[in-house]
């Protein structure tokens, strides 16, 4: 499993070349003077590409699908299945054999301006995401790219639904119009930009499409099936290679960068990651209502803040007091990693996660938690992007070398200060942001493992 994975990871200062040059050295950490940080490791950066010349010809006639060099690391057959779930439902309800000239048989008497600037807008992207597929059709890394236009098209759509507020008389004419009058290849492309808005905007898309008079009555249930479940190539990967747990067995107490709501819905990514970590241990997701944080109430951001501490060292305590026996980690999110070192100096716990580390606080001032670092006591794994806008990496990696303590960091190139790596990155190397999530996880296991053995 690992040895597919590990071709997105590279040692930021190569330290495989060394040992493999001089097979006499000892580890970096053998050195009496050595600090106690381990070298970083960075994600998605290649090591070893290719680079022409000035006068080296470029073929522009014909595609060379031979020279990527993607790691697969999901089924393809079941990927190739999963990206023609649509299509296929499509062809099946959608019987019309219309040509290019489709939309000039629309009869469009009586429509108002808003309704022929919605249609035309939308209509140009679908198009405009069908030309996008055939540059890929045929590649390796097809389910891949056809991943990443259709998120991309999704938010070019959900842009123009925007701009006019979502106005509900129009969207529901809009589905109506378009499920009765496109062809089966634009509704397969309509069908998967619904999918990705579902998974984004589920309330929206809903109102959308549950009054629409279309084509599709007899199959609505069918089609709302369909939409509830947005597909991945790395799917595959994620439910089939499941991890075995940490010794111990540890409880991995899940920290959020703000206070949570029952009345918001966790989103997609949040609710596979809670999975990926159970497979690892018990997951204990910290709650801490946001009903008073309002705007209004007189609740400053330093009160809730303390709160979440409290809220954190309650749960802590109460695991410690029914499983004396059993390690606590705590695993924060933004700035939900400071409140994990927070509480880290005042409860016993066994390692830090830090999911992006804000560096700056609400001043711009980050001498504070600076020296909340240099008191910490308990190992800590950091994983950041290079993107990020709260985190200086370089003064990150450079104040490492000064804890008391164990300290390992992973820096995401292309990613934000909450992980997502940018489209033109995910592009670029082949992946998704499932993939980049299961990497971490992986490596964070990995890394944990080195650290309590």
Request: charged share 25%.
């Amino acid at each position: 499993m690992f040895s597919h994975l590990s071709a997105y990871f590279s040692r930021g200062r190569e330290s495989d070349i060394v040992r493999s040059d001089h097979s006499y050295c000892k580890p970096w950490s053998t050195h009496p003077d050595a600090s106690r940080s381990r070298p970083i490791r960075t994600l998605l950066v290649r090591m070893n590409g290719k680079r022409g010349t000035d006068d080296e010809e470029v073929d522009v006639e014909h595609a060379d699908y031979g020279d990527r060099t993607f790691p697969t690391i999901y089924d393809l057959t079941k990927a190739r299945s999963l990206m023609d779930e649509c299509e296929t439902y499509s062809d099946l309800v959608n019987r019309k054999k219309l040509g290019d000239n489709w939309h000039e048989l629309i009869v469009k008497d009586g429509w108002s301006h808003a309704q022929h600037t919605l249609f035309d807008k939308v209509v140009s992207i679908l198009e405009g995401d069908v030309l996008a597929r055939l540059a890929y059709a045929r590649d390796v890394s097809e389910p891949v790219m056809r991943r990443l236009h259709n998120d991309k098209t999704a938010k070019k759509v959900r842009r123009v639904f925007g701009d006019i507020a979502w106005d509900e008389t129009l969207c529901q004419w809009l589905h109506a119009t378009l499920s009765d009058n496109l062809s089966s290849q634009l509704l397969g492309v309509y069908l998967d930009i619904l999918q990705v808005l579902r998974s984004k905007v589920p309330s929206l898309v809903d109102m959308m499409t549950s009054a629409s008079a279309s084509v599709l009555p007899a199959t609505s249930e069918a089609l709302a099936l369909l939409l509830k479940r947005p597909w991945d190539p790395a799917i595959a990967l994620t439910v089939q290679s499941k991890q075995r747990k940490l010794t111990g067995s540890p409880f991995l107490v899940l920290i959020p960068s703000t206070p949570t709501s029952p009345a918001v819905p966790s989103t997609r990514r949040s609710r596979a990651w809670h999975n990926q970590l159970s497979t690892l241990g018990r997951v204990v997701p910290v709650t801490a209502s946001s009903s008073v944080y309002h705007e209004g109430s007189g609740v400053s951001p330093d009160d809730c803040a303390e709160k979440m501490v409290y809220v954190t060292r309650c749960k802590v305590q109460e695991l410690q007091g029914h499983f004396n026996t059993r390690p606590v980690v705590l695993i924060g999110w933004g700035a939900g990693a400071l409140v994990a070192c927070k509480v880290s100096q005042m409860e016993d716990v066994t390692a830090i996660v830090c999911l992006g580390f804000p560096m700056k606080g609400l001043g711009g001032a980050k001498d504070i938690i600076d020296e909340m670092l240099m008191e910490l006591t308990t190992p800590i794994f950091f994983v950041v992007g290079s993107d990020a806008s709260n985190c200086n990496v370089k003064h990150l990696d450079n104040l490492r070398d000064k804890l008391k303590v164990e300290s390992s960091m992973t820096v995401v190139t292309g990613a934000d200060d909450q992980l997502r790596v940018n489209w033109e990155k995910k592009k670029l190397e082949g992946v998704t942001q499932t993939t980049v999530d299961r990497c971490l996880q992986v490596l964070w296991r990995r890394c944990f493992c080195v650290e309590s053995g």
